[in-house]
């Protein structure tokens, strides 16, 4: 059985969403999948650690990168692990695993493309394989509010509006179904490649 790592930060629960859909659709590829949500915890004078997370890492077939977009980017959060990768790096330690992304926002682009070229970036540094979601737009199809209904192929993107009155996280039915194919897409190369 092939094993999938999503590792990411969830500063309102929306991209905590997103990782869950996913793992749900790898999950449902009888594959083995690892939850691994970055806290502030893990961050000490600006650097992050968690040796189970960077085990897990490892044992992986497939690493998924997550992320709201904040600013234009990847949370800081995301980032101090991102770096804290560079002995890992240095090890070629994920060379040739497989690797994908995700992010959320509350604008419709909001420039959350530019996260997910980050991490593509980060994934190829690393020497891995990158995996795009693998569907085509939902316009392409004639409708608007189903799978890829942002027109995202480099990696999967939700978005939700802002609402400082909701309490509770929240992904649209599209973002949602969007991630659980993706989840079931990755599990299907892991099996290739196992």
């Known amino acids: 059985m092939g094993s999938v790592a999503i590792i990411y930060f969830s500063g309102t629960g929306n991209t905590h969403l997103m990782a869950e859909a996913i793992a749900s659709g790898v ?73 994908g992304g995700f992010t959320h926002g509350a604008a419709l682009s909001g420039d959350k493309l530019n996260t997910l070229i980050y991490f593509s970036i980060l994934a190829a540094q690393h020497g891995m394989v990158w995996v795009n979601p693998g569907e085509i737009d939902c316009t392409a199809r004639g409708t608007i509010d189903e799978t890829n209904r942002l027109g995202s192929y480099l990696g999967v993107m939700g978005q939700t509006y802002l609402d400082f009155e909701r309490k509770e996280p929240e992904l649209h039915p599209g973002d949602r179904l969007s991630c659980e194919h993706f989840g079931q897409h990755i599990a299907k190369w892991v099996h290739r490649i196992k």
Do not use: C, N
């Open 27 to 99: 999950r449902h590829a009888d594959t083995r999948v690892d939850l691994l949500r970055i806290e502030g915890i893990q961050i000490k004078d600006g650097r992050w650690f968690d040796e189970k997370f960077m085990e897990s890492l490892q044992m992986a077939d497939a690493i998924l990168f997550g992320s709201p977009t904040y600013m234009g980017g990847a949370a800081a959060q995301f980032k101090a692990f991102a770096d804290f990768t560079s002995e890992t790096w240095f090890a070629e330690s994920w060379k040739d695993k497989l690797a």
